[in-house]
């Protein structure tokens, strides 16, 4: 019978390499050993190669889908048995030993909301639908919620008949979370962006009302001072010409008394007025040329009767090399140093005052001044300093109270300095005394008149210049300074040239390296003031920069912006004092104001200049007079019932042949800027403030006729008598 055998070998041919072969056929045995074999041998290297191929691939997938954490299943669609693999029961948290084997596992480990799911999954085989791809969320043994994708896949039969499905499963419980907790992240996103927008809005909304508050704020401020300031220049202006009269040595002391306390009443509304102006953001400071020293002498002065009354010395010191003529706002600069001055009269009982002003560098367009105020007063305790410039903040309640003061002055002056790009600062000792600094950067400017160069020449004639700096530099200078009759004379050192002035030899001003070799500009002045000697004015070289044949030019217009002018021929306007300009300065003027006092004011100052004026009530009556005749000049209340003055100007100037004639001039007791332009912006030529000042309003009138004055065909110069 033989036995039968049939087993795969591989074989090397004599060609080399290896081959699988089948063996199959029968082996005939005698005594248990082989005497005959009868078989077929089949090639089947081609068949075991792809087997084994197939063998290898599954491996790998199974280690792949090990590692990845995919469970495949498969179901037989005839007998409804199902198949998981190891990798499904560990993804549901199954024992092989609680598996059904059959459909219904799905539905016990499906969330209950997810069931759909494998209703999804049911139709699927029902319809015989190619794939499917569905998610659900299954609940573990151990109470843990996992988020699963089963994608599976149906197939058939040659004939179409459904055999079986297969499929994989794998967690995707991390993606889902992470989606979740974005999606929630996105919605508190959303929420937070809602919430900014909202936050915004209110804020604009708050920023709006605050914005309105405050312009409803400032125009009540602007009315409230326009009403107290109205009745005041009443006061004021009444006291001013009662002064006047006759009266007898009792009596002169009363108009003093209310022209006092009138003018007190009033700084206090302008520092309050001043204060909430700076805060409320709208103060502008001017931009203006002016001359320094006028603007320091001018703050003394007005300190200097505090000073004297309480036996104080009052000192100050211009270093040497301070310009006369900056740029900006020099009443602002003058409140500060007022303010600062007062306070040291007020805080000092004894020994002195003394203002510096000195140069901390300079270029060639700026400076920077420090004013520095000393007093040997109480002085204030370190841990005070710091809220010194807070606003209403007083270290002395009694002084106060003796002295009056709003609390208001060194907030204002911080502000001011910080307006005017600068800072505020001090030093002080209690007991000894204190320092007050400002410091500011300011443009120094030119005067007009020496933009002409030949100009500029001219005024250098026959002046003495004091060189002050090492040979090689003072050649220079002599060099490129040297107009033809400019005397100039050099020195090494500052000391050796206070010798040479103390010995009285002229000078007329002094050039020096970018400082004074041996001491700074304000030593060198107080060197000059304690030998009771004049202290010429000094030009530093780093004004002009580096000396050449293109910046002489600049060096001879900044000595000669340090030389006064030639006293001036007499003019109308220096020769007429403050009395009956009218003479010389005949202008027909109309005064245009509701005001019963105001108006009394106004004509009464005017007749103290040899005015006789006509007085009209508001802005329409104006208009009525000027069809009556021509006036040359108009003094025009911004504020009137009925027609107001800008109205009345705007209509004045439509006129053919009014368009520059008459010239008006706008009388406010408002304070801002704004209503300077407003008066411009109507037509109007010039702006006075209430109360009315007669220098002011004399220097407006002698405005008013030099613009007015025909401009001659041929320059005259007066024949000498
Ligand atoms: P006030 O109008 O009260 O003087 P300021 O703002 O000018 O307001 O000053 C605030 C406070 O700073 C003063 O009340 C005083 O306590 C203190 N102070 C200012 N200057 C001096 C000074 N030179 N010496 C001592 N204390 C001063």
């Known amino acids: 019978m033989g036995v039968p055998y049939d087993i795969e070998l591989q074989l090397r041919p004599r060609t080399g390499g290896t081959r699988w072969v089948r063996c199959i056929g029968r082996a005939y045995t005698r005594d248990h050993r082989v005497v005959r074999v009868a078989g077929t041998i089949q090639d089947i290297d081609d068949r075991k190669h792809s087997e084994l191929e197939v063998a290898r691939l599954a491996e790998r997938m199974t280690l792949a889908a090990k590692f990845a954490g995919i469970g495949i299943w498969e179901y037989n669609h005839d007998t409804g048995e199902l198949i998981w693999d190891d990798a499904m029961l560990a993804l549901h948290g199954l024992h092989r030993d609680a598996f059904p084997c059959d459909f219904s596992i799905w539905s016990l480990v499906m969330l209950p909301a997810d069931r759909a799911a494998e209703e999804n999954m049911r139709l699927a085989f029902a319809d015989g639908r190619a794939d499917f791809d569905v998610e659900y969320r299954i609940l573990t043994p151990s109470d843990e919620i996992r988020y699963i994708r089963n994608c599976g896949r149906i197939v058939r039969d040659a004939s179409g008949r459904i055999l079986r499905s297969y499929g994989v499963n794998y967690d995707i419980t991390r993606e889902r979370v992470n989606m979740i907790a974005l999606l929630e992240s996105d919605e508190s996103l959303r929420a937070a962006n809602a919430s900014l927008q909202a936050t915004i809005e209110e804020t604009q909304r708050l920023a709006r009302a605050a914005e309105d508050a405050n312009q409803a704020k400032s125009s009540f401020l602007a009315t409230i001072s326009h009403e107290i300031r109205t009745p005041l220049n009443g006061v004021i202006g009444m006291t001013n010409i009662l002064a006047d009269t006759p009266l007898n040595a009792e009596q002169r002391d009363y108009p003093q008394t209310i022209k006092l306390s009138g003018e007190s009443l009033l700084t206090l509304i302008n520092d309050t007025l001043d204060y909430s102006k700076i805060e409320a953001g709208r103060v502008e400071l001017e931009r203006q040329p002016f001359d320094l020293v006028s603007c320091v002498r001018e703050a003394l002065d007005l300190i200097e009767p505090h000073s004297r009354q309480k036996n104080l010395a009052l000192t100050h010191l211009f270093a040497a090399d301070v310009p006369r003529t900056i740029e900006g706002d020099a009443s602002r600069l003058r409140q500060i140093l007022v303010n600062l001055l007062g306070n040291a009269v007020k805080f000092t009982d004894r020994g002195g005052i003394r203002l510096d002003v000195r140069v901390d560098s300079a270029s060639a367009d700026e400076v920077s001044l420090t004013f520095s105020v000393t007093d040997t007063g109480i002085g204030i305790a370190a841990d005070k300093q710091p809220r010194l410039f807070e606003h209403f903040f007083q270290v002395y309640a009694s002084i106060t109270r003796t002295h009056g003061g709003t609390g208001l002055g060194l907030a204002i002056s911080r502000r001011l300095a910080a307006l005017m790009g600068g800072s505020i600062w001090v030093e002080s000792e209690p007991g000894v005394g204190s320092t007050f600094f400002v410091g500011i950067r300011v443009p120094v400017v030119m005067e007009d008149a020496l933009c002409h160069h030949p100009a500029c020449l001219q005024r250098l004639a026959r002046r003495h210049a004091l060189v002050v700096a090492p040979p090689e530099t003072a050649r220079q200078v002599v060099h490129y300074a040297q107009p033809p009759s400019l005397v100039v004379t050099a020195f090494p050192d500052a000391e050796s040239a206070v010798n040479h002035l103390a010995a009285g030899a002229p000078c007329d001003l002094i050039v020096s390296d970018n400082q004074l070799p041996d001491m700074d500009g304000l030593a060198f002045a107080r060197r000059l003031q304690a030998r009771g000697l004049r202290i010429p004015p000094l030009l530093t070289l780093n004004r002009v920069g580096t000396l050449s044949d293109t910046t002489a030019p600049r060096l001879h217009q900044l000595m000669a912006s340090l030389v006064p002018p030639p006293a001036p021929t007499p003019s109308v306007a220096s020769a007429a004092g403050f009395v009956r300009i009218a003479a010389t300065m005949p202008l027909s003027v109309l005064m245009a104001e509701d005001n019963n006092v105001n108006q009394r004011v106004a004509q009464l100052t005017l007749r103290r200049l040899g005015y ?110």
């Open 612 to 721: 006789e004026i006509e007085i009209v009530s508001d802005g329409a009556e104006a208009l009525g007079a000027l069809q009556r005749r021509n006036f040359d000049v108009i003094l025009m209340d911004v504020q009137m019932p009925g027609m107001d003055g800008l109205e009345a100007t705007r209509r004045i100037r439509a006129f053919t042949g009014h368009e520059t004639r008459p010239w008006i001039i706008a009388l406010t007791a408002g304070a801002f800027e704004e209503d300077r332009l407003n008066a411009f912006r109507a037509g109007m030529n010039d702006f006075l403030g209430k109360p009315l000042r007669i220098e002011l309003l004399q220097a407006a009138l002698i405005r008013a006729w030099e613009s007015l004055r025909p401009v001659p065909l041929t320059a005259t110069t007066p024949a000498p008598p």
